[in-house]
């Protein structure tokens, strides 16, 4: 009798844990993948984005992020989330180059005039069309996180793009990014984020590109001590939420995480700002060499054959590029 109560209980509790657990009122619990540490603005934003869920579902939704690419780097997570073993995520928008066209619009170089221009865009015309897009890969998009800008940084100082001619310089997977940094000139070796370290340490790259916070992280800068600010992409990152997760959701608690989401990249954003100036201030100290670059013209006139490539025979894409530049 006690044994049968014992299963019976042990049964509710395995159920609970099934991802397709379809009854209303049971307790589902989430898995969330974070590439950066806990304490990076992007581990905090999805944390409280977790905790917000938890309270306005009753504890119904238990979300939990699994930070430091605990559950494997960005490409192995994606896949993970469409084949849904992952059930949320904050990614760069980079690595769906591929996957989902509109994401190469804010990828491309020397678009946004300013971190403000580049929200504009993926809070209204631009979010609209990746979000499109990525919900035909299994993908839903609830929010956007800041990245900053990337810049270049290297084991040799780098001042103008003849500097950079012939260095192999680490890229994020995506044919785009092959072909941005090809057209500066250098050599683009892609890899995921967590071996550019060792390919650092170990000389098979000569540098990468990233923003202040990653870059100050990472510990990139104790092997790469030059950092250029050529600020050449600001590509933004997504929250998102796997489809299997989200077609078994009642609209009220889509409405929850869709509000979650949001507080949670304000909050997010205003992290990022404050740990930008933290990080360089970091490295500044530790000894990095910062090259300021003032004029980028040089640099971003390189980049015609890119927009060429990526845009000039898809409407739908250099519309999009069109509608970015129009934005105030
Ligand atoms: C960081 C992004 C992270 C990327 C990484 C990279 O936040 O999602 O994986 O760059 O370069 O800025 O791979």
Known sequence: MKLTRVLKA???????LLPWAPTPGQAQEWRGWNI????????????RFGELVMQRTNNRIRMRTYHSAQLGQQDEAIQQMRLGSIDFANFN???????????QVVTLPFLFRNVEHMQRAIDGVAGEEIAKDLEQIGIIALAWYDAGARSLYT???????????????????SDLWID?????????????FGEVFTSLQS???????????????????????????????????????????????????RNILRDAARESAAFQRQLWAEREQVS???????????????????????????????TGN???????????????
């Open 155 to 173: 084991v040799r100082p780098v001042r103008t793009p003849a500097d950079v001619r012939g260095m192999k310089i680490r890229v994020q997977t």
């Open 93 to 103: 928008l980079s690595p769906f180059n591929n996957l989902a066209p509109s994401t």
């Open 314 to 328: 898809n409407p739908r894409l250099s519309g999009m590029v069109q509608r970015i530049r129009e934005l105030p």
């Open 180 to 192: 941005l940094m090809r057209a500066m000139g250098a050599n683009p070796t892609p890899l995921p």
């Open 203 to 253: 000389g098979v790259i000569d540098g990468a590109e990233n923003n202040w916070p990653s870059y100050e992280s990472t510990r990139h800068f104790e092997v790469a001590r030059f950092y250029t600010t050529t600020e050449h992409s600001n590509v933004p990152e997504v929250l998102a939420v796997g489809v299997q997760r989200w077609r078994r959701l009642n609209e009220q608690e």
């Open 36 to 47: 950066h540490a806990a304490d990076y603005p992007n581990g905090r934003g999805m944390d």
């Open 280 to 310: 360089r201030r970091r490295v500044e100290a530790a000894g990095v060499t910062v090259i300021e670059i003032t004029d980028r013209s040089p640099w971003a006139q390189l980049m015609e054959p890119v927009y060429q490539k990526y």
């Open 10 to 16: 042990a049964a509710i509790a395995a159920a609970a």
